[in-house]
């Protein structure tokens, strides 16, 4: 039981490139998320998954992309990467459902993004 | 809107000292309470929580109480150990189960 995985681990692009961040989970949940983390500003969202076939956009969805390719994986894609974007990149997955606000989200080892 | 306000840190402790880490939250509806740890190098994990007021979370000798009437959800700890060094966030999800973070406080202590 793996729990949620991400690749890259870490990831150099110029400014420009694009990159796809892989994220899967084997705990059967619902609801996905993909985070950002910087330096003196916690977690912020960037887009979320309650379930398969929904997407919504989080606090800072500009620039990015996601999939919710099916349960177990949901995808952040950025098109033209820019310095700004430059960020360690968490995914978390969580049962969803009915549980509500109790609900506890289970997160990923995380992307350590640099662009250049 | 929701936002979780944590003290600032860092903070540097001495092993078997006393732990306290202030959170206050503001948010419409009623809602569930987190603390999560970051280890270095890792991802988030839930330490403990809280779904109402006046429930207690504990785990691992970390405590914290809903406070309904003053907002709070400080983490308490009678005695650290160095495998407590970590970066420590209080956070908050109401009915749409997003979590609003606060801006995390990094706990180191020394042996």
């Known amino acids: 039981n793996a729990g949620v995985t991400q690749t890259p681990k870490f990831q150099v692009l110029k400014t420009g490139q694009s990159m796809t961040l892989q994220c899967a989970q084997d705990?059967?949940?619902?609801?996905m998320y993909w985070y950002r983390q910087d330096p003196g500003m916690g977690l912020r969202l960037i887009y979320y998954s309650a379930s398969e076939g929904t997407t919504d956009k989080g606090e800072v969805p500009n620039g990015y992309n996601v999939s919710r390719l099916n349960k177990r994986e949901f995808s952040l894609r950025l098109e033209s990467a820019a310095p700004s974007q430059t960020s360690v990149y968490f995914c978390?997955?969580?049962?969803?459902?009915?549980?509500?606000?109790?609900?506890?989200?289970?997160f990923g080892p995380g992307t350590r993004l640099t662009v250049l | 809107g929701n936002s979780v306000t944590q003290m600032e840190g860092p903070v540097t402790l001495s092993e078997e000292a006393f732990l306290t880490i202030n959170c206050t939250y503001t948010?419409?509806?009623?809602?569930?309470l987190f603390w999560y740890v970051q280890y270095p190098g890792e991802g988030l994990q839930l330490l403990l929580k809280a779904t109402k007021a006046d429930d207690k979370g504990s785990n691992k000798g970390f405590e914290a109480t809903y406070r309904k009437e003053t907002t709070s959800f400080h983490l308490e700890k009678g005695s650290v150990q160095v495998s407590d060094s970590a970066v420590y966030f209080c956070?908050?999800?109401?009915?749409?189960?997003?979590?609003?973070f606060g801006a995390g406080t990094t706990v180191t202590v020394r042996a």
């Open positions: 705990m059967n949940h619902n609801s």
């Open positions: 956070a908050l999800s109401v009915w749409d189960y997003k979590l609003s």
């Open positions: 978390a997955s969580s049962a969803g459902g009915l549980t509500g606000a109790a609900d506890t989200q289970y």
């Open positions: 948010a419409t509806g009623y809602p569930s």
